[in-house]
């Protein structure tokens, strides 16, 4: 069973078809998304659309919940209120009753998914070894899958000692050794220096995860932002990938 796991699309069009055509590429039996499909980005309605019709697993969270208006924004930062609104009032009727429907959290062979941790699948942020290790002690499947921080993450509990970290594009991470936390990165909004978009590939049958970056036309998203009116650091960010 190969499954690609991808999370934090924002509306980023652009980076969500290329990381769709580097699946492709790769040739996987499922798709698993992590959740905030929407949000930050440009393109709400035309995310929703694809996810909907790729993914076999799909979360929520805390950016769709917000443009659903299910979720308090007063906790956003300034530019991510923003946004929330810009996307509310864009929505279509369609792609609001598909989010609607969606949980936060999943169980599917052998792992537990999560848009932000165990803890907390909406809100919590696994960026410290504390929060990674409780988030692993939470759970029992031997794969804790989570998005959120737009950091891609790997790391391993073998019950005694907690060993991984940042995840940079090609780490691999053994999957018999241990149970492991994995955060795939952000696909349309990656925080972790390296701006192209992110996913994880879960290979079972060769024992390993890989996780891949793919570059995407960044100058076009980023035209988009400024045309649609948000704020315009959320276009400056995509260069730098923080
Ligand atoms: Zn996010």
Do not use: K
């Not at 031997?142 to 000692?161: C, F, K």
């Not at 349309?188 to 890989?210: K, M, S, V, Y």
């Amino acid at each position: 069973m190969r499954i690609a796991v991808f999370s934090d699309i924002h509306a980023n069009l652009h980076a969500l078809e290329a990381v769709l055509a580097s699946i492709d590429a790769a040739g996987v039996d499922e798709l698993w998304c992590l959740g905030d499909t929407v949000g930050y980005g440009p393109r709400p309605n035309e995310c929703v659309d694809v996810v909907r019709g790729r993914a076999d697993i799909a979360l929520c969270g805390n950016h769709d919940l917000a443009a659903l208006g299910t979720l308090d924004t007063t906790d956003f930062a300034g530019d991510a209120r923003a946004a929330a609104r810009w996307t509310q009032e864009r929505l279509g009727p369609e792609q609001r009753d598909w989010l609607a429907s969606l949980s936060p959290l999943a169980t599917r062979d052998g792992a537990e998914l999560f848009h932000a941790s165990p803890r907390d699948p909406v809100w919590d942020y696994v960026l410290s070894e504390e929060v990674a290790l409780a988030s692993l002690l939470a759970t029992t499947a031997p794969l804790v899958l989570v998005g959120h921080s737009h950091v891609a993450l790997g790391l391993a509990w073998d019950g005694e000692s907690l060993t991984g970290g940042l995840a940079p594009a090609d780490t691999e991470a053994a999957l018999d050794e241990g149970r492991w936390l994995l955060n795939p990165g952000s696909v349309g909004q990656p925080r972790d220096g390296d701006p192209r978009a992110a996913w994880l590939l879960i290979d079972h049958e060769a024992g390993r995860a890989t996780f891949v970056r793919v570059p995407y036309p960044v100058a076009q998203t980023q035209t988009e932002i400024r045309e649609a009116g948000l704020p315009a650091a959320l276009a400056a960010r995509l260069t730098h990938g923080i």
